[in-house]
């Protein structure tokens, strides 16, 4: 089994810009992908990003191309997200995810490990 835990909550001004941690612990060395989903009440959870651990590959949801980085620290078991630009519409809470699978994925139901989320709000 897998835990995760998120930290970086915040409230910043639309333009700036914010970092996420994912501390992984437990049996971390069966879990080839981390990424992050987001999700605003009432809509379903979105995907935000995605990397393998072994290889660095990385996938991205369409609305956060170019502005979000995530980058892993295999050490420290740690994925991070760098949020960059940020605007309104990337409020939301932001849950760490895992998977046991080698294929970056970025279907919710594959994921086996979550985080509890961490709010991330964005104000014009």
């Known amino acids: 089994q897998v835990e995760l835990v998120e930290s970086g909550r915040g409230l910043v001004q639309a333009g700036g810009s914010l970092s996420l941690s994912c501390a992984a612990s437990?049996?971390?060395?069966?879990?080839?992908?981390m990424g992050w989903f987001r999700q605003v009440p009432g809509k379903a959870r979105e995907f935000v990003a995605a990397?393998?651990?072994?290889?660095?590959?990385?996938t991205y949801g369409d609305s956060v191309k170019g502005r979000f980085t995530i980058s892993t620290d295999n050490a420290k078991d740690t994925a991070y997200l760098q949020m960059n630009n940020l605007e309104p519409e990337d409020t939301g809470v932001y849950y760490c995810?895992?998977?046991?699978?080698?294929?970056?994925?970025?279907?919710?139901?594959?994921?086996?490990?979550w985080g509890q989320g961490t709010q991330v709000t964005v104000s014009s």
């Open positions: 995810t895992g998977r046991n699978g080698r294929q970056l994925t970025k279907l919710e139901v594959n994921y086996e490990y």
């Open positions: 437990g049996r971390t060395s069966s879990m080839y992908v």
């Open positions: 990397i393998r651990r072994n290889d660095g590959t990385t």
